[in-house]
């Protein structure tokens, strides 16, 4: 089982969720997170002062799937959040090491 | 007697004057109330009280951190309540209570003789003591902006009591008294370029520098935290100028009709020229630039709204929209002083351009109504708006300098550091003006 972390801009939430049901993706978790990588900040103006906002809202999309669809599951990612631009954010893939559904008590892939 | 007090704001412009000749010439007939000018003029207060709150105070709020948010917001609604008191209690008579060069006595104090039929020109006194009692409230919460974030409420109020006293009151005096002396002169001040907004600028400007920088200016960012309600703020204010600004004819008639045009135009023309001024020095045109142009473009007409023609107001909105951008983004900047919110940049600024501008539109050749002075045409209107500029300049420095440092050596100024930090809204009211 993986765990698929995914760091995307905040407008291409809905693409990547479309994105993830047609591959079969049953659930996901979403947070509102800040962070910043090579894009860096922005600067906002008041009245002449200009100030550096270091850190930019992005949505982070977490997806715990089987090993087998992992692959398919990135490219989904990666090709609805590409707007080819800087900031379009990351990828990254874990692995799980158990799952539990609260519900049930089932365990393993079972579970997801 | 109470025709002396028609000329008191009338008598200025030139205008005013012949208006009264034919009026002069009947001599002794007791002038007797208008019921449209007192229907003005009674809408006209509540413009004005509108104003202070909630324009002004928003607008300010809006400026500030989410932590001093309501300091602010405290601050105008405090000044609005002592200074209607003060007035009453004496303000009034000092500034309009007689004849004097430079102020009006005690002689109507406690509001003496102030009673249901005493009429002042037109209207009812009570109509233009309240009236003025407003001016007398905004003038003190425009100087709210310089100190915002970090001035103790306790000295503040004590500050704005002294101040009314002893700069607003006597000023108002040699502008629109009976017989004061920058009104003999022929000053061309309609509606308060000089009274209000170059007081409360350089006020403002003396208590920047007095009560020193905010904790942490200007490394560290303090953006205002809600320019919704400066936006907001900025409206009301645009539209209760009205009364500030016709209101000052003290009659619904068509000067008041001219000062409410050429209000609106240069407000316009001050909030583009700020605008682009902007889009073209930092790339975007933003909503606190046009707000602040419109501002100062209301500045900037006040001294000139019963004197200037509508192109003329062209001209001096758009003088003051750039003049006063670069009076809020550069000369702060270049000079170091922390004036919060500007109250000098635009309106110490915007009432400087306004007042000398006023001596230049005010010819009838410009599509004014005709100069204050008898001879010397313009050089001479600008010379004398000039003289008003540089006394009201200096006797507003030298003593809200002496009242700031008075106040500081016995009750101190400013709030502690940790109190600042904290910030006001918690620290000065035990209350946050967000609990979300």
Not at chain 1, 72 to 80: C, P
Not at chain 2, 332 to 350: E, I, N, P, T, W
Request: aromatic residues 8%; contains cysteine; proline residues 3%.
């Amino acid at each position: 089982m993986k765990l698929v972390t995914a760091i995307i801009k905040p407008f291409k939430l809905d693409d990547v969720r479309e994105a993830l049901s047609e591959v079969g993706v049953k659930g996901i978790t979403v947070t509102e997170v800040k962070g910043f990588g090579r894009q860096k900040g922005h600067t906002e103006l008041y009245r002449g002062a200009e100030y550096v906002v270091d850190f930019l809202p992005k949505v982070k999309v977490e997806v715990a799937v089987a090993a087998d669809i992992v692959d398919k599951v990135v490219d989904a990612i990666r090709n609805a959040a590409n707007t080819g631009k800087i900031g379009d954010g990351k990828i990254f893939v874990s692995n799980i090491e158990q799952v539990v559904r609260i519900r049930t008590g089932e365990t393993g892939p079972e579970a997801l | 007697m109470q025709l002396k007090l028609i000329p008191a704001k009338r008598l200025a412009p030139a205008v005013g004057l012949a208006a009264l000749l034919p009026a002069l010439a009947f001599a002794e007939d007791a002038p007797t109330l208008s019921a449209g000018d007192t229907a003005w003029m009674l809408t006209a207060t509540a413009l004005v009280l509108f104003m202070t709150i909630p324009g002004l105070s928003l607008f300010y709020a809006g400026m500030v951190r989410a932590k001093n948010a309501l300091s602010v917001l405290m601050q105008c609604f405090a000044i609005t309540a002592l200074m209607t008191i003060l007035w009453a209690l004496y303000g009034y008579s000092v500034a309009f209570g007689g004849e004097g060069a430079y102020w009006g006595g005690l002689s109507k104090a406690f509001l003496a003789g102030v009673t249901v039929d005493s009429l002042s020109g037109t209207i009812p006194e009570t109509v233009f003591m309240t009236f003025q009692m407003t001016f007398a409230i905004i003038t003190p919460a425009l100087i709210v902006g310089a100190f915002a974030e970090r001035m103790k409420f306790s000295a503040m109020l004590i500050f704005m009591a002294l101040w009314l006293t002893f700069v607003y009151a006597p000023i108002a005096h040699w502008v629109w008294g009976d017989g004061g002396w920058l009104g003999n002169k022929g000053i061309l001040d309609f509606a308060g370029g000089t009274v209000v907004h170059i007081n409360a600028g350089v006020a403002g400007l003396v208590a920047a520098i007095i009560v020193g920088r905010r904790k942490g200016y200007p490394g560290t960012a303090m953006m205002p935290h809600n320019l919704t309600y400066t936006i907001i703020g900025a409206g009301m204010l645009w539209v209760g100028w009205f009364g500030f600004n016709a209101g000052s004819e003290l009659a619904a008639d068509g000067t008041a009709g001219m000062a409410m045009a050429v209000t609106q135009i240069a407000t316009a023309a001050a909030a583009l020229g700020w605008m682009f001024m902007e889009w073209m020095v930092h790339g975007k045109p933003s909503v606190l630039g046009i707000a602040s142009g419109a501002v100062a473009g209301l500045v900037a007409i006040t001294p000139a709204s019963g004197s200037a023609g509508p192109m003329g107001a062209i001209a001096i909105g758009a003088a003051a929209g750039v003049g006063c951008f670069f009076g809020a983004t550069k000369l702060k900047r270049m000079l170091g002083y922390d004036d919060s919110l500007d109250a000098f940049g635009v309106h110490g600024v915007g009432g400087i351009i306004g007042a000398l501008l006023t001596g230049v539109f005010a010819d009838p050749s410009l599509g004014g109504a005709g100069l204050g002075v008898e001879e010397g045409g313009i050089a001479a209107q600008v010379s004398v708006q000039a003289l008003g500029i540089v006394a009201t300049i200096v006797y507003t420095a030298v003593v809200t300098a002496v009242i700031l440092l008075v106040l500081k050596v016995i009750i101190g100024l400013r709030v502690s550091e940790e109190e600042e930090t904290e910030g006001l809204d918690l620290s000065q009211h035990d209350e946050r003006a967000y609990n979300l």
